[in-house]
Nanobody, 128 residues
Framework: QVQVLEFGGGLVQAGGSLRLSCKAS????????IGWFRQAPGKEREGLSC????????YYADSVKGRFTISRDNAKNTLYLQMNNLKPEDTGMYYC?????????????????????WGQGTQVTVSS
């Protein structure tokens, strides 16, 4: 059974940084694609960054490009999202999703294809 668990959210002032973690288990990591989404209050879920677990292409949404960095620790089966220069509009629930690699990182992050596995989310609040 695939399980995805996010942690690391919290309250931070604008301009600050946070690092989110996503630990996955039960997943066939070879060829898997895993990524981060955000849902702000009253808005649709937005794909922020997706990456192939074993390396290759990385997708970033324009809204976070240059401020957020996705990385992974294969030994720990953990995905990270380093968020710098946070803005109040970054406030929302952050979700980690995982799926197979038969599609691309863009397919998942654009929302064209839905991840089959999701975590419960971790809240990020950025105060002005």
């Amino acid at each position: 059974q695939v399980q995805v668990l996010e942690f690391g959210g919290g309250l931070v002032q604008a301009g600050g940084s946070l690092r989110l973690s996503c630990k996955a288990s039960g997943l066939t990591f070879d060829g898997a694609i895993i990524g981060w989404f955000r849902q702000a209050p009253g808005k649709e879920r937005e794909g922020l960054s997706c990456v192939t677990w074993t390396g290759g292409n990385t997708y970033y949404a324009d809204s976070v490009k240059g401020r957020f960095t996705i990385s992974r620790d294969n030994a720990k089966n953990t995905l990270y999202l380093q968020m710098n220069n946070l803005k109040p509009e970054d406030t929302g629930m952050y979700y980690c999703g995982a799926g197979s690699g038969v599609v691309t990182e863009y397919d998942y992050c654009s929302g064209a294809i839905d991840f089959p596995y999701w975590g419960q989310g971790t809240q990020v609040t950025v105060s002005s």
